[in-house]
């Protein structure tokens, strides 16, 4: 947005938005202490403050636990607070590193689609584990190995790239190509990439 890292780095830190690996919360204050003091650091008036707590804490469904302190909270409740946290104030450049480590499976997919709804018009980096995560939320995606960038790219570019998708898999009576089943699948597929058989097995990728 035209500022620079050497000048304006005070401005850059105020449209940023960071949710840490792990908890950055003092454990002797409640949830709607911890969103009053962020909003204040912020920059926020206690009224716009009190109204992005109740807007986030409903769509991350802790909007019960206001009064709770943060040591009493479960550990998907926790990381769903520091998200809360690193949407105050709408910034434009959010970084979320594992924002759903220790959810439960269901909380996992809130917070999926709380990430979704607020990439609209602002940048988000997350680094996850999941690769499912990352396929759900990433328009593109970069993959690290011992520090280095092996590969980014669209989901769908990587997939095609790295010969990833569905596997069909048959079990056939002879180890020799069966004319039906390359036919059936053909059919219905432009994308079939058959392997060698292994024996009786004839695996195919999608």
Not at 46 to 67: F, G, K, N, P, Y
Request: hydrophobic share 35%.
């Amino acid at each position: 947005l035209g500022k620079s890292l050497l000048k304006d780095l005070s401005l850059i830190r105020r449209g940023m938005g960071v949710c840490t690996q792990h908890d950055s919360l003092w454990p002797l204050m409640t949830v709607k202490e911890h969103m009053v003091y962020f909003s204040y650091i912020k920059g926020l008036t206690a009224r716009v403050a009190v109204e992005e707590m109740r807007t986030t804490q409903s769509q991350l469904d802790i909007l019960h636990q206001t009064d709770t302190l943060s040591k009493n909270l479960s550990g998907g409740q926790r990381r769903k607070l520091n998200l809360s946290l690193a949407l105050l104030g709408s910034p434009y450049f959010i970084l979320l590193d594992e924002p759903s480590t220790g959810m439960d499976p269901k909380s996992r997919k809130d917070t999926w689609d709380f990430i979704k709804d607020a990439k609209r018009d602002r940048v988000i980096l997350i680094t996850t584990h999941y690769m499912d995560e990352a396929e759900v939320l990433g328009d593109k995606i970069a993959i690290m190995s011992h520090g280095s960038l092996k590969c980014w790219g669209t989901p769908s570019f990587l997939k095609s790239s790295l010969r990833l998708g569905y596997q069909l898999r048959f079990l056939c009576n002879e180890a020799k190509p069966n004319p039906a089943i390359e036919k059936v699948v053909n059919d219905h597929t432009k994308s079939a990439n058959f392997e060698p058989m292994a024996g009786s097995e004839l695996k195919i990728l999608l």
